[in-house]
């Protein structure tokens, strides 16, 4: 009887039931990553299950494995950081992750296949306030697309290909820093 109180009270489900639920959550999204042979892992980390953070972290991955990602994802609210590092994703695969609205720090490094135009699908991204890019090949005409972003709290661009002009340009235009 006790248990019964703890999990459903009159004010509905608890915070217990929360933990419940995102713990099978990421037992199942990373059974998914599994059964598609996608190396990565998921994680929940926080102090209540109202405050905590969802990191979805890939590597390896190509654009259909992108597609299985963010189909499993999409309606995902709790999407906080996702990761993607060391694979052959091309702007496909960039556009197939950018479904997953809800997230709001994005890491991309060492993706040798993304282009210029394939940072164009970034600005689907509404709740994004950080941007990682590290070792990609981007040229300076990226900034177009990147330049679209709306403003962000964090952006490293450290190895992206960007030119130390273009970079200072995009953190003036994106962190609202102004040049020096």
């Known amino acids: 009887m006790l248990l019964g109180v703890c999990i459903f009270s009159s004010l509905g489900w608890s915070p217990l039931y929360k933990l419940y639920k995102l713990g099978q959550n990421q037992r199942e999204m990373n059974e998914f990553l599994d059964e598609h042979g996608i ?16 990191r979805v972290s890939v590597n390896q991955i190509n654009a259909e494995q992108a597609r299985h990602i963010a189909d499993k994802l999409v309606d995902y609210e709790r999407i906080i950081v996702l990761q993607v590092s060391d694979s052959e994703m091309t702007d496909q695969g960039l556009h197939e992750l950018c479904r997953i609205e809800s997230v709001r720090v994005l890491t991309i490094s060492n993706c040798p296949e993304l282009s210029d135009q394939g940072m164009a699908a970034l600005v689907k991204l509404k709740n994004l306030s950080t941007l990682h890019l590290f070792d990609l090949n981007l040229s ?41």
Do not use: N
């Open 39 to 54: 190396d990565g892992f998921v994680s929940w980390s926080g102090r209540t299950a109202d405050s905590g953070l969802l």
């Open 140 to 180: 300076d005409s990226a900034v177009e697309h990147l330049e679209k972003l709306p403003p962000l709290s964090g952006l490293s661009l450290e190895g992206s290909g960007l030119s130390f002009e273009a970079r200072k340009e995009l953190r003036r235009h994106l962190l609202g820093i102004a040049p020096f």
